[in-house]
């Protein structure tokens, strides 16, 4: 079983509350697969959420899911740091 944590921000035209459900889809599609550490939900242009994710303990987990590559070049070189050093790998919510 995999420890994960699902980081996921809106676009400016995203309901959140369907972001929401569509986690929600996810999670169920997981099954035993995998142990949900934390979701980090971010409005657009927000980072609140990012911040609070990068200051978990990242080495207890073995995937990040993000909703899409992340546009804003700092937080995205961050995230692949962050991945090195951790352990972790990321992947597309999507995938």
Do not use: C
Not at 62 to 91: M, P, Q, R, V, Y
């Amino acid at each position: 079983m995999a420890n994960v944590a699902i980081y996921y921000r809106l676009t400016k035209s995203e309901d959140t509350g369907q972001v929401i459900q569509y986690i929600n889809e996810k999670i169920h599609k997981f099954g035993d697969q995998h142990l949900i550490k934390g979701v980090f939900v971010d409005d657009h242009k927000d980072r609140s959420q990012l911040n609070e994710l990068v200051n978990q303990p990242l080495h207890e987990i073995d995937k990040l899911f993000i909703s899409e590559e992340i546009d804003d070049e700092f937080d995205w070189k961050l995230l692949n740091e962050l991945a090195k050093t951790e352990g972790f790998t990321i992947h597309l919510l999507s995938e």
